[in-house]
């Protein structure tokens, strides 16, 4: 199994990258941000409880994005791999991955991390906010926060997987298909 999570700051290009991946690899996508806001657009007891957390710029708890995860690796046995991205961003949530998937006999292959300065991750998510209607991307203020909670509970996560000799940073600036070009090689020599 192929199993890879996609990793770096709110903007840096892991759902635009993802969305590549999944085709080149025939993975599946797991995107917690997406799954939340699925969860909040059904309005569910889960999505209520995370919204105001989302749209604060906080990270959702532990239990709630992990469950998610849980059920979602339960439901798809015969996948080819998978491709985490926006999970884990908390050491208790890459903890709980390793023991989740260690069950299912199969283990994280690499992690790719994409390095984008500050200024360009404000610019692209001002941008975006102009048409997603997400209220995480409509203001400065609250994608700031966003980037200080990476770099407090998520960024630590680079030291955790190169611990397992897993981490590869690729520069994340550029035109979407040469980044793609970049992960897809680090991939290929897997
Ligand atoms: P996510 O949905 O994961 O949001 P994100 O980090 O903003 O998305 P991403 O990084 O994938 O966006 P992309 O770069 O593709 O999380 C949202 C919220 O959900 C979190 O703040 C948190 O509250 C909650 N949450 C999610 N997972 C959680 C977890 N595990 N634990 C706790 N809470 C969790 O795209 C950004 C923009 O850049 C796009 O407009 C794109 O077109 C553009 N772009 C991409 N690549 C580009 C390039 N090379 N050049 C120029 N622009 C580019």
Not at 14 to 34: E, F
Not at 79 to 84: D, H, K, P, R
Not at 138 to 167: C, D, M, V, W
Not at 176 to 184: D, P, W
Request: aromatic share 4%.
């Amino acid at each position: 199994m192929l199993n890879i999570v996609l990793f770096g700051p709110p903007g840096a290009g892991k759902g635009t990258q993802a969305n590549l991946l999944i085709k080149r690899y025939s993975l599946i996508h797991l995107s917690t941000g997406d799954l939340l806001r699925g969860e909040i657009a059904e309005g569910t007891a889960l999505g209520l409880e995370a919204k105001s957390i989302m749209d604060r710029g906080d990270l959702v708890s532990d239990d709630i994005v992990i469950g998610m995860i849980a059920s979602k690796l339960d439901n798809n046995p015969n996948a080819n791999g998978f491709i985490f991205d926006g999970f884990p961003r908390t050491v208790a949530q890459a903890t709980a991955l390793d023991t989740l998937l260690k069950e299912k006999g199969t283990f994280i292959s690499t992690m790719l991390s994409l390095k984008v300065a500050d200024d360009e991750l404000i610019k692209r998510l001002l941008e975006r906010g102009k048409e997603s209607g997400r209220e995480d991307d409509k203001n400065e203020g609250i994608i700031t926060n966003r980037i200080n909670e990476y770099n407090n509970k998520t960024a630590p996560l680079k030291e955790f997987y190169s611990g397992q000799n897993k981490l590869s940073e690729i520069e994340g600036i550029g035109q979407v298909e040469e980044i793609a070009l970049k992960l897809n090689d680090v991939i290929d020599k897997l």
